[in-house]
């Protein structure tokens, strides 16, 4: 059983940067990975991470968008500059593990004009 347990989310201007923080619990966890939600739309992948530090990024966020992993940790983190109101919604943070993928509660980021 892996939980994950996400932080860092919350108001901000839109150029303003934010870094959001995804702690899990569990072992046997391969791929992590961030995806949001906005308001009547469908949940999207933002960014993904492997255990050796392989990224993959949506072309929406590309170039403004950071993934980084802490093994040790558990813990994956991502970083967002140059936030637009466009970004805002509520992020999830993933984790692929035995036994399936597991899901944060979210993190809800708005973006300010």
């Known amino acids: 059983q892996v939980q994950l347990v996400e932080s860092g989310g919350g108001l901000v201007q839109a150029g303003g940067s934010l870094t959001l923080s995804c702690a899990a619990s569990?072992?046997?966890?391969?791929?992590m990975g961030w995806y949001r939600q906005a308001p009547r739309k469908q949940r999207e992948l933002v960014a993904t991470i492997t255990r050796g530090g392989s990224t993959n990024y949506a072309d929406s966020v590309k170039g403004r968008v950071t993934s980084s992993r802490d093994n040790a940790k558990n813990t994956v983190y991502l970083q967002m500059n140059s936030l637009k109101p466009e970004d805002t919604a509520v992020y999830y943070c993933?984790?692929?593990?035995?036994?399936?993928?597991?899901w944060g509660q979210g993190t809800q980021v708005t973006v300010s004009s």
């Open positions: 569990g072992s046997g966890i391969t791929i």
């Open positions: 993933t984790a692929n593990a035995r036994g399936g993928s597991y």
